[in-house]
């Protein structure tokens, strides 16, 4: 038995040269270490991305069962809470409206900035009542020099807006925001909102979103809907719109009916000063400072509301670059704060434990770590390889069933785009690759955990160009960047999954290659950088 296991059985003595068919040799090592070792770790595998399924199913199921009861027999906000429209005394005057801030934090933001000021500028609310404080982190002399020339054109129409500069750009927006709080000229103010760049709020939105604050003292935080102006400009901004409108139309919602809490979007929000006082102010310990204020606010006992008919529009990443660079901060941001604040949650003596449940299990685990990793390790990885496996099945619930109705529930914020549904999982399956490593650099606290890069907006700027281009003007050589445009680590699954639906097609059982062959159609397409807007060169 001894002379059975021992090593010299599980290994060749030798490995003669060129003579030795190399496949050959390791079809032999495969099949040694395969039964022993390959097949209970992906059957382990297995079972971890079907549990990681259910849970998921599970939380969507709920959420959409919530949100058709919402819809059916939920009343109105306005109905719900205490709301009555800011109208003007005769008596006092103006002084029946609270003093509003509004904060717009750029950062060389020339395509933009026009369009947000001047919406800013354009709110219905007296101009005595209110303060417009441009926070400017722009690095090119030249923009920053456009951007106060703005702000200046405005104030000369009688338009209190204030252009602030910072000597660093310590804590990129949260710091911005922080000292922004801290001027004189604020301390009398009562809310502030926050509008990014490329935000533009149509002229009653203070008029719609500031008494919900004002006539209930419980509220700290009004958040509106975004929608979206270049929605069309290409495919990646709808698969883009798809999956935010999923999150406004459903998992803002629900968080804003069932618990009065949801994460703070950053922008198209209106925050009451004091609730941001008490839960100690902006940090930029994270990537996500938004997330960071609504998670320790609401763990104060403050409230929030979601307002789905009060919508800003806004400017979504058109160019791939810029959407990467978006989801590792989204991703990383919600992992990192999840480490850094769990057990300042499971200690709260405020909230009831069902809220501490919800935000701990359902808004942070599921939501912003699960969601991501079983989408990449199941669909990308672990599926593909149980063909190169047969020993370990996969039930059909798992592979099919659930993921079908996961993404069912999924499309319904955006119906328009239903017929792109199949492409929108094949890409949110891509995108999971970073989404997924975003997240384990949050988790782990890694080098990478706290990189700030400020999405680029494009506003205008290329239908501008396509304008401005005469006729008779030659055209430009299109500059081909091989490092914006090869991505080897699509390029290398797209290779692993090419292989799997070969091996499926030529011996499998379960018909999965046309599944394989579409998903590596889908990580060649970008991992060649055909995806979104491509800028060429000046």
Not at 253 to 276: D, L, M
Not at 343 to 371: G, P
Request: net charge positive; charged share 20%; glycine share 6%.
């Amino acid at each position: 038995m001894g002379d059975i296991v021992s090593g010299k059985n599980l290994i060749p003595e030798s490995f003669p040269g060129a003579s030795v068919d190399l496949a050959a040799q390791i079809g032999m090592l495969w099949n040694l270490i395969k039964a022993p070792l390959i097949v209970p770790l992906l059957q382990l595998a297995v079972y971890i991305c079907l549990a990681m399924t259910v849970m998921l199913f599970v939380e969507r199921l709920y959420m959409g069962i919530v949100i058709i009861l919402v819809k059916l027999f939920w009343k109105k906000p306005e109905k719900r809470y205490n709301w009555e429209p800011i109208c003007d005394d005769l008596e006092i005057g103006n002084s029946a409206f609270p003093l509003v801030l509004i904060q717009i934090p750029m950062f060389n933001e020339k395509e933009v900035y026009k369009i947000s000021i001047g919406a800013a500028c354009n709110l219905s609310w007296p101009s005595d009542r209110l303060v417009i404080q441009v926070l400017d982190d722009s690095t090119d002399f030249v923009i920053k020099d456009m951007i106060e020339k703005e702000c200046q054109r405005w104030a000369s129409k009688g338009v209190n807006i204030r252009y602030q500069i910072r000597q660093s750009r310590g804590g990129y927006k949260a710091g911005a925001l922080k000292e922004g709080l801290t001027h004189d000229y604020v301390k009398d103010c009562e809310y502030v909102t926050i509008f990014d760049a490329d935000f533009r709020p149509e002229p009653d939105f203070l008029r719609r979103a500031i008494p919900f604050l004002e006539f209930n003292p419980q509220i700290a935080l009004v958040q509106a809907r975004w929608r979206f102006v270049n929605s069309d400009e290409c495919l990646l901004t709808r698969m883009q719109e798809m999956s935010l409108d999923y999150h406004f139309t459903v998992e803002q919602e629900v968080g804003s009916a069932t618990h009065a809490f949801f994460g703070f979007n950053g922008t198209g929000g209106v925050w009451r000063i004091a609730a941001i006082n008490e839960a100690g102010g902006w940090k930029d310990r994270t990537t996500v400072e938004d997330m960071d204020l609504a998670v320790r606010s609401g763990l104060k006992g403050w409230k929030f509301l979601y307002l789905g008919d009060l919508q800003v529009k806004s400017e979504l990443p058109s160019t791939f670059k810029a959407f990467r660079y978006q989801q590792h901060r989204w991703s990383c941001g919600p992992a990192n704060l999840f480490r850094k604040m769990v057990m300042e949650i499971v200690k709260n003596k405020k909230v009831t434990l069902w809220k501490k449940v919800y935000v701990i299990y359902s808004f942070f685990f599921v939501r912003k770590i699960i969601a991501h990793m079983v989408t990449f390790f199941f669909f990308c990885v672990v599926l593909p390889l149980t063909i190169l496996v047969p020993e370990v099945e996969v039930p059909i619930w798992g592979a099919i069933y659930i993921p079908c109705i996961i993404t069912t529930l999924n499309s319904v914020g955006t119906p328009r785009s239903i017929h792109l549904l199949f492409y929108w999982i094949l890409f949110e399956n891509v995108m999971s690759l970073h989404r997924t490593k975003a997240t384990f650099i949050g988790l782990l606290d890694a080098k990478r955990s706290n990189e700030w890069v400020v999405t680029e907006k494009l506003g205008d700027a290329l239908k501008n160009k396509d304008n401005n281009k005469s006729a008779k003007q030659a055209p430009k050589k299109f500059k081909f960047n091989i490092g914006d445009r090869i991505h080897l680590t699509e390029l290398g699954f797209a290779v692993f999954l090419f292989f799997t639906g070969c091996y499926d097609f030529m011996y499998g059982k379960h018909n999965y290659f046309i599944y394989i062959f579409l998903q590596t159609i889908t990580f060649l397409i970008v991992g060649f950088g055909y995806v979104g807007t491509i800028v060429p060169s000046s």
